[in-house]
């Protein structure tokens, strides 16, 4: 069973429009993140809820709006998509916070979105 | 800003060990050293982490330095899957959210 998975993998898209990567844990986890790995292949985070409460916003434009209907999942809903927001998607899961206690943080295989 | 720095890329031979060096010279002492690596087109897999002692799991080994300000991931028979990106990490400490900062990474080829 896939620990995070998300849906879509792929997707292309127009500029301007409107669009929703989802993503599910079943690990039980309380923590959940959205991270983007650009052309350079950086990666960096950008969102962070616990227990469904927002906790990290990384100055992310708010046409990126995060929604966490429950613990196991957060769902990335991105409005008015420009070019450059053309990337890979992570989500991932972590029981707790790494930073205060050291738990490991697993990654989803990731959603590669392509705006044209 | 990534907190560490790694060597861009580096070679193994299939077979041998794969040493893979990280320094971290302003690393606090409730931080954290993680490894995880991101083989082609995949999401990023932890490895292995530590604080102060050296670890060992079924995947890797992690050698910390005794002053903390650098560490080793061994890989102990690298083979051709474990050609990937990777990540040494040590934990954000600007916040208590101790999200995880990804660096540039050290680019691992194993060769045949």
């Known amino acids: 069973d896939t620990a995070v998975s998300q849906t879509p993998k792929y997707l292309v898209t127009q500029m301007g429009n409107d669009k929703s990567i989802k993503c599910e844990q079943n690990?039980?986890?309380?923590?959940m993140y959205w991270y983007k790995q650009d052309s350079k292949k950086f990666l960096k985070i950008m969102f962070s809820?616990?227990?469904?409460?927002?906790?990290i916003n990384e100055t992310v434009p708010n046409r990126f709006s995060p929604k966490s209907p429950d613990k196991a999942h957060l769902n990335l809903h991105i409005n008015s998509l420009e070019l450059g927001d053309s990337a890979v998607y992570f989500c991932?899961?972590?029981?707790?916070?790494?930073?205060?206690?050291?738990?490991?943080?697993?990654f989803g295989e990731g959603s590669w979105l392509t705006v044209v | 800003d990534a907190k560490t720095t790694q060597p861009p890329s580096m070679d193994c031979a299939e077979g041998r060990a794969a040493n893979l060096p990280c320094n971290h010279s302003?690393?606090?002492?409730?931080?954290?050293v993680y490894w995880y690596r991101q083989i082609h087109s995949q999401g990023p897999q932890y490895i292995i982490h530590?604080?102060?002692n050296n670890e060992t799991n079924e995947m890797a080994s992690l050698i910390i330095t005794e002053d903390r300000k650098s560490s080793t991931l061994i890989l102990p028979h690298a083979t051709l899957r474990d050609t990937a990106v990777y990540y040494c990490?040590?934990?954000?400490?600007?916040?208590?959210?101790?999200?995880?900062?990804f660096g540039q990474g050290t680019t691992l080829q194993v060769k045949p």
């Open positions: 991932a899961s972590s029981q707790g916070w790494t930073g205060v206690t050291g738990n490991t943080i697993y």
């Open positions: 690990l039980g986890h309380d923590t």
């Open positions: 809820y616990n227990n469904k409460e927002l906790i």
């Open positions: 302003t690393i606090s002492g409730n931080e954290y």
């Open positions: 530590g604080l102060k």
């Open positions: 990490i040590v934990r954000d400490r600007s916040s208590n959210t101790g999200k995880l900062i």
